[in-house]
């Protein structure tokens, strides 16, 4: 299948192919040329023949830098990548359909992106090529040798539990679709690989190349019968790392929280007794020390959490607003915009019209489909500290904490 992108005369022009296979693979191979003579019967018929072997290389266990031409989203980079399937370029248009994943079709490419979160994997051996299947701990079957192959070479390898590589390891059918041929207006054509798992907001990624060379039985993956708690063994050509950012501090973000002065930022450490202590009205010790440490060290050393969010009412589009258990309404922001006279009941929104008309007297109209509901567990506080006030945001495993100040 072959689709174009083809616009004006000043435009770059792609065309884009599902594979593009060698005429042959690397390996080892035979030729034998055969010639017969005969002249009329003067000459008794003679046959000649002459064999000769040849190998085909080509990248197996390790892969020159020189074929790589980019890689997305770049190395050591920190953007708003989230939303962004992993993927690298490479030189050679052939190179993914070079060798073969499973024996009964040649259409799959024996390469593959695959994407871990920094605590899912350990970091990656240095291996012989000798030493690849001896682990007794790590599945790794015994590939047939080639010419171009050396006991001693080194491998990069990492080795993955089982109970997380049936996850995100794609089936044959799927490695067709991760695999691409582009071209451009110049017939210049490139190999492009796509990884098939989203980077986690706020956290750090670690992209590998793997070979997955006799690694598929039909269209699975053949664990070679290892046990969830196993580890599987992965050649890894190439490798690379990059972070995102969370979702408030991507441009989006930062544009819909322009009132929203951070003070400091605490990610992906989120754990329960931190939770409990906020709860409980108490200021844990880690934001404790945060606040002595910012710009803005806290006045009273006795002060604690001052309110929680009880109730979110989820106005239309993506605004809400925060009310708390002393019946103050915040924006999104953190800021206060009024305050209730009674706390919201169990009827719709729109019933209770105090409420309604309370938020229309204060310049905050609600939509008519506006709904409130009750938090089970706040996930909001707020710390009066004498004329400062502060405002802690949870999202999902991380705590955000801004001034409140005016201005």
Known sequence: MTTSNAGTPNTLRLSFTDRHKPGLKPGDYRITVEQSIEADGKISPESFSVTRQFSVAGPRFTLDPQEIQEMFPPPGSLG????????????????????????????????????????EIEAPLSLKVRDLSKAQSSKFPALPTEKGDHDDDQVTVIDVPKRLLEQIIPTTEALKYLAHVRRNQNKEEVAVLIGNRLPKPGGLSIVHLVSLEHRYRGNEFNYQVAGQSDLIRLVSLKSWRFACVSAKQSFKGLLTHLNHKLLFYFPDKVTPPLLQALHHHQIPNEIRSAFASSARPLLDATVTVSEHSQWRIADIGSRYYLVSNKLNVFNQAGKQVLKLDAGPSQQKLSEQTSIVDKFKSAKHPLHEKATIEKQGQADHWWIEDGPNQYFISQEQKS?????????
């Open 80 to 119: 708003e990548h989230s939303n962004v399937l992993p993927h690298i370029i490479l030189k050679r248009s052939t190179l993914p359909w070079e060798r073969q994943s499973t024996p009964d079709d040649n259409d799959v490419p024996w390469l593959a992106l695959l994407l871990f979160e920094e605590q």
């Open 399 to 407: 705590l955000s904490v801004y001034d409140l100040r005016p201005g």
